[in-house]
């Protein structure tokens, strides 16, 4: 049973407009979702956050926008830029000793120029 | 800072055969986990750590064993590898519980 969904295996985006990519979970018990950034023969490193007592955060180029009752999270980056391009994983935990992350099947992004 | 390095990088290992996959974390974090990334699976947790000297189940733990002896390492094992065993393998550590994970670049194992 997949608790977190990413439901678009791939996305392609023109350089300089706005990236939406989307994230759907299932177990009311999260309630702190985070974004990671995989690239090629690398590890996923940490990109953006969100509680559940939130619905929005910011952090310069990336928005993580939270709809508690849909069940629903998505992260816009706007402008898109080239080394955008990368496999996002969306995760979530219910906080509650150890982050247990659960993981979604991640979206690859593709920017072109 | 090396952060969080992983040895070996790759490895092929015939079905019945063991080894151990290192863990090794420069910033003192008490939360050390092991992943498992299968396609069109994402990162699945097989065990993990809340401190030196403890060991908990995650999502995926059968055929794997884990050892924390010391604060910076976390052990992986596979007592007797099986094709299904042939992932990408990622260790990640946590200052607590409630913090970002910083991620190793991963050991890549084929199990024949």
């Known amino acids: 049973d997949q608790q977190v969904k990413q439901n678009s295996p791939s996305l392609s985006v023109q350089e300089g407009r706005i990236s939406i990519l989307n994230c759907d979970y299932t177990n009311s018990m999260f309630d702190y979702f985070l974004w990671y950034k995989k690239y090629p023969a690398e590890g996923p490193t940490f990109l953006i956050s969100?509680?559940?007592?939130?619905d929005k955060n910011e952090d310069g180029r990336f928005t993580v926008f939270l709809n508690k009752s849909a069940k629903h999270l998505s992260l816009h980056i706007v402008p898109s830029q080239p080394g955008d391009s990368a496999v996002y994983f969306c995760?979530?935990?219910?906080?509650?000793?150890?982050?247990?992350?659960?993981f979604g099947q991640g979206t690859r992004l593709t920017i072109n120029p | 800072n090396a952060g969080v390095t992983q040895t070996p990088k790759f490895r092929v290992l015939k079905t019945g055969q063991s080894m151990t996959l290192l863990c090794a974390q420069d910033?003192?974090?008490?939360?050390m986990y092991w992943y498992r990334q299968d396609p069109g699976m994402g990162l699945r947790l097989i065990h993990y750590?809340?401190?030196?000297?403890?060991?908990a189940k995650g999502e995926v733990p059968d055929g794997y064993n884990v050892s924390r002896l010391k604060k910076q390492n976390f052990l992986l094992g596979l007592e007797s590898a099986a094709p299904s065993q042939t992932s990408v393998y990622f260790c990640?550590?946590?200052?607590?519980?409630?913090?970002?994970?910083?991620f190793g670049p991963g050991t890549r194992l084929t199990v024949t």
């Open positions: 910033m003192n974090h008490e939360y």
């Open positions: 750590s809340v401190g030196e000297g403890t060991t």
């Open positions: 969100i509680s559940s007592i939130k």
């Open positions: 995760a979530a935990s219910a906080v509650q000793g150890a982050q247990k992350l659960v």
């Open positions: 990640a550590s946590s200052y607590s519980g409630a913090g970002e994970q910083y």
